[in-house]
C-alpha cells in the first residue's frame, strides 16, 4: 500500500519546538519532490516548505512566515521526511501535512500524489 504516515504533533508552549515525520511506505521517497502543508481553521491549506528530488541539487524553499524557524529534511535511510519546528507562535497552530509529488520539483498543491493523514499542532500557553 502507497501511503505516507505521519506523527509527531501535540501542544506546545510559544517558543517551544515540535518535530513532525512522515513515513513513506510502497515508495521510495528519492524519487519525488517533497512538501509540507499546513491548514488552519477557517483557512486554506498552505505549502510551507518543499524540496526537489534527490537528484536537484537545490535547497528546500520556506515562506517568510517560518523562514528560520522550521526545517524540513529527508532521510534515505528510513525512507521518511522531517519537519523541525522552532520558536513556535500561536499563528502557526495547524493541522499539518506531509506531501509527496512524483516530480523533480516542487509543484502546486493540487498535483501532489501522496498525503499524510494531518497531524494537529497547537501552540498556546
Known amino acids: 500500500q502507497l501511503q505516507l504516515v505521519g506523527s509527531g504533533g501535540g501542544l506546545v508552549q510559544p517558543g517551544g519546538s515540535l518535530r513532525l515525520s512522515c513515513a513513506a511506505s510502497g515508495f521510495r521517497l528519492d524519487h519525488y519532490a517533497l512538501g509540507w502543508f499546513r491548514q488552519a481553521p477557517g483557512k486554506e491549506r498552505e505549502g510551507i516548505t518543499c524540496?526537489?528530488?534527490?537528484?536537484?541539487?537545490?535547497?528546500?524553499y520556506y515562506i517568510d512566515s517560518v523562514k528560520g524557524r522550521f526545517a524540513m529534511a529527508r532521510d534515505s535511510a528510513k525512507n521518511t521526511m522531517y519537519l523541525q519546528m522552532n520558536n513556535l507562535k500561536p499563528e502557526d497552530t495547524a493541522v499539518y501535512y506531509c506531501?509527496?509529488?512524483?516530480?523533480?520539483?516542487?509543484?502546486?498543491?493540487?498535483?501532489?500524489?501522496?498525503w499524510g493523514q494531518g497531524t494537529q499542532v497547537t501552540v498556546s500557553s
Open positions: 506531501a509527496a509529488v512524483k516530480s523533480r520539483f516542487c509543484s502546486p498543491l493540487e498535483l501532489y500524489d501522496y
Open positions: 524540496i526537489g528530488s534527490v537528484d536537484v541539487d537545490d535547497s528546500p
